[in-house]
C-alpha cells in the first residue's frame, strides 16, 4: 500500500486524489475510516465464520414483515439492501467522491485518534483475480461469492476481492455515489502483497478535524446532504452554537 501522507486541510486531500490516480494510472475510489488503524475488512469477517448465513437468513426472514423487499431469493438484491440498513456482510463500502470520503474519515472528537482516507484503483484490484473490469454484482463470475455468503461455504476457489458496481435504488445511496468491494477472503485488503499496486492511504490527523470539517461544509458536504432524510436534518440543525456579541458559546455559560 502507498502512504501518501497527512491531510491538514481539503486542498490535502483532492492533491493526493489526483496523485494516486497519477500513480495508478487509472480512477479511483476513496473510502474514510475515522480511525486509521481500521482494517479494509468488511464487518462480518470480525464475527465467527458461522454467522453469516445465519446474519442473511433471519434478516430475508423478518425484514418483509417491515418494507418491500426483493424476492426472496433474490441474493443480488439483497445484499447490498442489507449494507446499506447495517447488517453485516462481505461487502465494503466505497465511494467516487474523495470529498465524501473525507467526511466519513474526520477523527471522532472524544477520541483524539486520526482518521485516513483509503484510495482504491477498482480496476488494479480486479487484475488480480477478473481482469481490468469493474464487473455489476449480477455477473457471473461475482455470483459465486454471493452464492458462498448465503450458503455459509468457504470456497477455497473463491478467495478474491473484487470491486463491483451494483444498482443506486436508494437516496443515500445515490448521494453518495457508493460502490463495493466484496470479498470472498477474510485478509485486510492492505495485506495484499499486491496491494501496492491498486492501494493508498492518506491520514487526516486529530488537529486538522476542525479545518476540513469547515472546508467540507463550505463545499456542501454535510450531514442532511448524505443522509437525506428528516432525522439526520434535525441532527445538523441541532448542532448549531448559539454565539453571543464577543463571539462567546452562549450554551457554554449555562
Known amino acids: ?75 443480488i438484491s439483497w445484499l447490498p439492501l442489507m449494507q446499506h440498513y447495517g447488517l453485516p456482510t462481505r461487502l465494503l463500502d466505497w465511494t467516487e467522491s474523495a470529498m465524501i470520503a473525507a467526511y466519513f474519515g474526520l477523527p471522532k472528537i472524544e477520541k483524539g485518534i486520526d482518521g485516513a482516507i483509503y484510495m482504491l484503483a477498482p480496476g488494479k484490484l480486479n487484475q488480480n483475480s477478473i481482469g481490468d473490469i469493474i464487473p455489476f454484482l449480477v455477473d457471473e463470475r461475482v455470483k459465486k461469492y454471493i452464492k458462498d455468503a448465503f450458503t455459509g461455504e468457504s470456497n477455497p476457489d473463491n478467495n478474491q476481492t473484487i470491486s463491483v458496481l451494483a444498482p443506486r435504488t436508494d437516496k443515500r445511496m445515490a448521494v453518495q455515489l457508493g460502490n463495493y468491494t466484496i470479498h470472498g477472503t477474510r485478509e485486510p485488503l492492505e495485506d495484499n502483497p499486491m496491494s501496492s499496486t491498486f492501494l493508498g492511504k492518506i491520514i487526516i490527523p486529530h488537529s486538522a478535524r476542525d479545518k476540513i470539517k469547515s472546508d467540507l461544509s463550505v463545499a456542501g458536504i454535510r450531514r442532511s446532504n448524505l443522509f437525506p432524510d428528516l432525522e439526520n436534518l434535525a441532527k445538523e440543525v441541532s448542532e448549531i452554537i448559539a454565539f453571543g456579541p464577543n463571539g462567546e458559546d452562549l450554551d457554554a455559560k449555562k
Not at 30 to 36: H, P, V
Open 1 to 75: 500500500m502507498i502512504d501518501f501522507g497527512k491531510a491538514y486541510n481539503l486542498a490535502d486531500i483532492i492533491e493526493a486524489a489526483h496523485e494516486a490516480e497519477r500513480k495508478f494510472e487509472a480512477q479511483v475510489w476513496f473510502r474514510g475510516q475515522s480511525e486509521y488503524k481500521w482494517q479494509l475488512k468488511p464487518s462480518v469477517h470480525r464475527r465467527h465464520p458461522i454467522l453469516e448465513a445465519q446474519f442473511l437468513h433471519h434478516f430475508r426472514l423478518r425484514a418483509p414483515s417491515m418494507a418491500t423487499c426483493p424476492n426472496h431469493e433474490d441474493h
